[in-house]
Every structure is written in structure tokens, then in C-alpha cells.
């Protein structure tokens, strides 16, 4: 491995990292969407606004039983173990520059936020990256069991208000009232200046008490174990191909058992408020172990076919991530909010996949194309030639 003080070459990327993240990155566009066409509180309790019966019911159950919760949890992983693929090889004031960098990744999490999307995450992940970079160097195992505390923190608290305060806890956000949804939709059908109304205050929330009631447990945490898992070999590829399939087996089953179990425990309740806060621990961790069961998954993919078309393209998007993560909010908003084509509330949720496909349907190619020229992301150029204090070369050298 390379030990300049610049970013990462190409040839010298771990492929397996890069198919994952474009999984991951592909996949949380599957529940992105939710919010990007239809009022926040949909993304907790999909009862509330739209049709939820046959197809549409289906296409929830999909979602969430294979996606929600997962992919992010993937991503969030990589970005962990994507803390130590940055420093180990820093000669220098490594941490220095990372906080440089993470600095700049928080510049552009809340232009994203506050411009673009309030569903931000690149804010989450910057504040994180502040601190959990300094754990870089502990063991594997300490820093798995550091992360599975801190997202135990998230059940402790959210069971104890369960159980003394109840239902009343969550209710004004589990069920808002029609005027609120209706408030909702026509802010979004509305142009981009008032949009602001909803954007800026839902994004200084997320970013003020979401960050520290959830968010900051649930990202350090997972960070946390990403960088476990990276120095364990299981993100790099490096454990045998018995090990993964008996980790993908454990993992997928119990966690797939979680989130079906969830699904059960809501419904048999009629997603009362009284029942939410214990249903959201079923994907809180579940999720967690679906996630690992994919991971083991694309490893075992790669060893057969990361050399094909499939995990080429994959490895396009996981290498142009950040791009590809703006790109979706740009894609999205232009589709739903009234800047655009203002379908915000008009789109069912199978219709909401079809815009899914149509997406991946741009972003796929797009991405292979410009890798073909370039050497990165237009985004991560920006990025890395704020992060070096110098401009990096982008173009491609023609041999």
C-alpha cells in the first residue's frame, strides 16, 4: 500500500469495499424515497399517509424486511472501516488531516441538508468521525463491543420511556394530524424558497436532539463496529469462504427473524403508539444482523464474480459515492418536490419503486462512464482537493 500523503489510487482501492458500498448506496435509495415522496412520519408508520393495502402493502414489507435499516447500516459500517483506510497509511498528523477532511464533509452534509434534503446523513457521520476516530488503534474486539454498547444505549432508553412514560411519549409523532400532512404536502409541492418553511427546521432537529436522543448512538456505534469488522479481514475479503457462508447463515437468520418478528408484533397491535417504541428495537437490531449477512454475501460474490459486469458497475457507484448520494437527492427532489415535477403525495408506493429503477437506471451507467475518464467522483474530487489543500488530478492519463 501506498504511504503518500494523498488519496487513495485507484489500483490500490480494495474492490470488495467498493461493490459493497454501491450496494449499500443503491439499495438505501429503496428507502429514501419514502420521504423524498411522501410526509416524514411515513418513514416510522406507513399507515398514516397513502395506501397500504395489497401491492403497496407488499412493497413496504419488501422494503423494510430487506432494506430498511440494512443498507444504512452497511454504508455506516464502511465509513468506519473507511476511518482506518485513511489514517493507517498517513504519514504524519493523521489525525489532522482527517479532521480536515471530516470538516469538509460537514460543510457539504448541511448545504445538503439545508439546500437540497433534510434526510441528510453526510452531518451524522462528520460529528461521529470527530470522535471515533480516536478508538482507530484499539482491538477488533473492543471496538465491536464498544459499538454494540452504544447502540444498546439507544434500547435502554427508548424501552425505559416505554414502559414509565408510554404511548404519550411518541404519540404527536407517530400520529400527526391531517392539517399536519396536508401542511407537509403542499410545502413540498411548493417551490424551493418555501420549501424552507419544513426543511430548515426538520434539519436543525434531526441534527440538534435527533443527533443526541438517537443518531450519534446508532452511527458511533455502528462506526465503531465497521472498524472492527475491517480489522478483522471480514470487510476486506480475507476470511474463508466457510466462514462467511456460516456467518451469512447465523447473521440472516436471526436478524431476518427480528424484522419479521417486528412486522408481526406492529400489526398484531394495529400500529398503535403504545406499541411503537418497543417495535422499533425488532429492526433496531435486526437490522444490524441483516446487514452482516449482506456483507458476507457480496463477499462471497466477489470471490466468483468481482472480475464480471455486475460487480464493475456496483464498484462504479461505491467508488463515486458521495456523487452518487447527491445525485439521488438532486434526481429525487426534481421528480417530487414543486421545483420539479411536484409528485410529492401523489405516488404510491409501487410507483415509488418504478422511480427507484429509473434511478439506478441513470446512476449505474453514469457512474462506469465516468470512471472511464476520470479518476474520481466530481463530488470526492472537490472533497479531496479541499481535504490536501491542493487540486488533485482528475482526468484519467491516456496510455
Known amino acids: 500500500m501506498s504511504s503518500r500523503r494523498e488519496p487513495t489510487p485507484p489500483s490500490e482501492r480494495i474492490v470488495s469495499i467498493d461493490v459493497l458500498r454501491g450496494f449499500a448506496l443503491l439499495g438505501i435509495l429503496l428507502i429514501n424515497v419514502w420521504v423524498f415522496a411522501m410526509p416524514e412520519v411515513t418513514l416510522s408508520n406507513p399507515t398514516v399517509y397513502g395506501d397500504f393495502s395489497g401491492a403497496n402493502y407488499a412493497a413496504w414489507f419488501a422494503s423494510h424486511v430487506l432494506a430498511e435499516g440494512k443498507m444504512i ?22 489525525i489532522g488531516l482527517f479532521q480536515r477532511r471530516n470538516a469538509w464533509l460537514l460543510v457539504i452534509g448541511l448545504a445538503h441538508a439545508y439546500l437540497l434534503w433534510y434526510g441528510d446523513i453526510l452531518v ?13 488503534e484499539w482491538p477488533a474486539r ?17 424501552l425505559a420511556v416505554a ?48 443527533f443526541i436522543g438517537y443518531s450519534a448512538w446508532r452511527v458511533g456505534g455502528l462506526m465503531a463496529i465497521g472498524m472492527g469488522l475491517y480489522k478483522s479481514g471480514v470487510l476486506t475479503n480475507e476470511r474463508s469462504a466457510r466462514e462467511y457462508r456460516r456467518l451469512a447463515l447465523a447473521s440472516g437468520t436471526f436478524g431476518f427473524a427480528m424484522v419479521l418478528a417486528g412486522v408481526w408484533y406492529i400489526t398484531a397491535a394495529d400500529w398503535s403508539a403504545g406499541a411503537a417504541l418497543y417495535f422499533r428495537q425488532f429492526n433496531h437490531w435486526g437490522s444490524l444482523f441483516v446487514a452482516v449477512c449482506y456483507v458476507s454475501g457480496i463477499m462471497l460474490f466477489c470471490r466468483r464474480w468481482g472480475e464480471g459486469i455486475v460487480a464493475g458497475a456496483l464498484a462504479a457507484v461505491g467508488r463515486t459515492a458521495l456523487s452518487s448520494y447527491l445525485l439521488q437527492t438532486v434526481l429525487a427532489t426534481l421528480i417530487f418536490y414543486g421545483h420539479g415535477l411536484g409528485l410529492f403525495g401523489s405516488v404510491s408506493r409501487v410507483e415509488m419503486l418504478g422511480v427507484v429503477g429509473v434511478i439506478w437506471a441513470v446512476q449505474l451507467p453514469l457512474s462506469v462512464l465516468w470512471l472511464r475518464y476520470f479518476r474520481f467522483g466530481p463530488i470526492e474530487w472537490l472533497w479531496r482537493t479541499a481535504t490536501y489543500g491542493e487540486r488533485q488530478p482528475l482526468r484519467k492519463e491516456r496510455s
Not at 75 to 80: K, M, N
Not at 142 to 158: D, F, K, M, P, R
Not at 178 to 199: F, K, P, V
Open 73 to 94: 447500516s452497511i454504508f455506516t459500517l464502511l465509513f468506519g472501516a473507511g476511518v482506518l483506510l485513511f489514517t493507517e497509511n498517513k504519514p504524519g498528523n493523521a
Open 124 to 136: 451524522t457521520y462528520a460529528l461521529c468521525g470527530f470522535a471515533v476516530v480516536y478508538i482507530r
Open 142 to 158: 473492543t471496538q465491536i463491543s464498544v459499538g454494540i454498547a452504544l447502540l444498546a444505549i439507544i434500547s435502554v432508553s427508548e
Open 163 to 210: 414502559i414509565s412514560v408510554g404511548e404519550d411519549a411518541i404519540r404527536a409523532q407517530w400520529e400527526p394530524t391531517t392539517a399536519a400532512l396536508q401542511s407537509e404536502i403542499e410545502t413540498y409541492r411548493s417551490g424551493w424558497l418555501a420549501q424552507m418553511d419544513h426543511r430548515v427546521p426538520t434539519s436543525f432537529r434531526r441534527q440538534t436532539s435527533g
